[in-house]
């Protein structure tokens, strides 16, 4: 062999031997990290730990419910301060201010309804216009909500400024919130657009209203004057025909400043029968022109709230024996007397004595006639057109037809009294001792140092008591006898009773 092919088989087996050694080096294998443990099952103790704890752990308290008088709460929405027995506030409600259309101020201002409405719809509803409208929204759409969530919205929740903790106590927001979230009503349904009720049977409005309301209002509604004026008369059908979202709501729960008034729902009366009361308190005259005429005989300016006449009536002139002046010398009853005979009964002597003809003739004239006396036309200097309007003059001449009686039949010349004092005793305490007391003590007419009872002017002057007994007082809430319903015996019995309460 030669020398070359040594040499090339000897480079081969050099080649061969460096690949078998390249091929027989160790290659590092990637890691694959070993299979996760199983988990272990819980141990059974374990678990009754784990669901004991669960357990125990404090679940979300519910909400507590709240607990009061909704009843009473319909009262405090109308004018809070009255039955919680708290001075009236002063100063205006802190959300007023962001009104301007509503002008009234001070404690009107803090009443529920005077923003949210009688009917409970606020803007939405009957103060939508108005001179009450102010733009807030109403509370109907509580009704039948969450007790809790009106109360958070009493306590400033929804508004800081609507806060009313500072001025009545919790209990009283309660009973308001209960009041909103439970008794709320649509009083669309018994109420229409004109204001008329909705249906309404009048025989069962009438019994209702005869045998619960008529002791107070009177058998035609006209015994108590909200407004106190005869020329602005508000009875209860003037209410119930201009308002009867308020005389529904008042209805339902009663008036704040009468304890007595019983409220519908307390006595059971289905809405039916509400509103059948509704409709029946519709059909009642607003006034008395009767009594009315007798208020202004009394004293016309205070009763049409006018200013006092200036100066003496023209024919006060013509008569020495009365001393008095001014306003005194307007009267009627100066002039005629509360007897309404004039010279020839109580004043026919004494300090009150004119000498004047008494009003009783009166009684047989024509309605024309005695406003010929009324307008001057009869006698010049006789002339009171300047405050009787042709309204005042209606009163006068239906008082004068019809309620200036003869009063001789009922009390006599000694000042003793043709009446049966244990039967008028019944009329008193069920009329009169609600004011002037059991005693007849209530009212001091007098000087404080020396004050003058019911009692007392029975005896000086029944003639004077039994006026206003059967026509009521000037400007005052006192219901006369005659719009209860009493008749002129009723009236001198119950004066008979009075005067055993004098001195």
Sequence with gaps: MSKRNVSVLLILAILLILVLAACSTPVDKPQVPPPAPEQEEAAPAEEEAAAAEEETAPAEEPTPELV??????????????????????????????????????????????????????????????????????????????????????????????????????????????????????????????????????????????????????GPEGAAIDFKANALKTETISAIANGNPWEFFHKMRFGQPTEADMPPALDAGWSLEEQTAVLAYAQTLPNTNPATHGGLLYDKFWKAMGMDEPAGDQPLWATQSTNERSGADTWRCKECHGWDYQGANGAYSSGSHFTGFVGSIGAATMSAEEIASWLDGTANADHDFSAYFDEAATEMMVAFLQTNAVDMPQYINADKTVNGDAARGQEFYQAGCARCHGDDGKGIAFGDESDPEYLGDLALGNPWETLHKAANGQPAEHMPGGLNLGWSWQDLADALAYIQTLGE
């Design 68 to 217: 009061g008088d909704s009843l009473r709460g319909g009262l405090l929405y109308d004018k809070w301060w009255t039955p919680l027995g708290l001075d009236a506030p002063e100063e205006d409600h802190p959300l007023w201010a962001a009104q301007d259309t509503n002008t009234r101020s001070g404690a009107d201002t803090w009443r529920c309804k005077e923003c949210h409405g009688w009917d409970y719809k606020g803007v939405d509803g009957a103060y939508g216009d108005g001179s009450h409208m102010t733009g807030f929204m109403g509370v109907i759409q509580m009704a039948g909500g969450d007790a809790n969530e009106v109360l958070e919205a009493l306590l400033g929740a929804t508004n800081p400024d609507h806060d009313f903790s500072a001025a009545m106590d919790e209990q009283a927001l309660v009973d308001i919130a209960l009041f909103i979230s439970g008794e709320l009503m649509d009083y669309a349904e018994v109420i229409d657009a004109e204001k008329a009720a909705i249906g309404g049977d009048l025989t069962v409005g009438e019994e209702l209203y005869q045998d619960s309301c008529a002791d107070c209002h």
